[in-house]
């Protein structure tokens, strides 16, 4: 099993930037792919970024390709979303998530263990 806590969120006006934290303990991190997703209120948690265990590969949602990273280290446990051109769109509660396995899937119900959540507000 695995916990995690993201940490970074904020306000930040559009056009800025963020880079948004989770750092995890328990069994051992670098056996996880790792995935960011977000709700917005109102809709479903959605997708944004993933990667793989040694962090050679990510993909990302086309509402965030070239904007965000997701990178990862796993000396430190961490891993992260860079978020940058920040639009009011962008808006929600970020989570990230954690699973076992060696494919990196898109899907919520895809991954076993979850955040708490960090709230990302995006001013206009």
């Known amino acids: 099993q695995v916990h995690l806590v993201e940490s970074g969120g904020g306000l930040v006006q559009a056009g800025g930037s963020l880079r948004l934290s989770c750092a995890a303990s328990g069994r051992t991190f670098s056996g996880y792919i790792m995935g960011w997703f977000r709700q917005a209120p109102g809709k479903e948690r959605e997708f944004v970024a993933a990667i793989s265990r040694n962090g050679g590969n990510t993909y990302y949602a086309d509402s965030v390709k070239g904007r965000f990273t997701i990178s990862r280290d796993n000396t430190k446990n961490t891993v992260y979303l860079q978020m940058n051109s920040l639009k009011p769109e962008d808006t929600a509660v970020y989570y990230c998530?954690?699973?076992?396995?060696?494919?990196?899937?898109?899907?919520?119900?895809?991954?076993?263990?979850w955040g708490q959540g960090t709230q990302v507000t995006v001013s206009s």
């Open positions: 998530a954690a699973r076992t396995g060696l494919f990196i899937p898109t899907k919520t119900a895809s991954y076993d263990y």
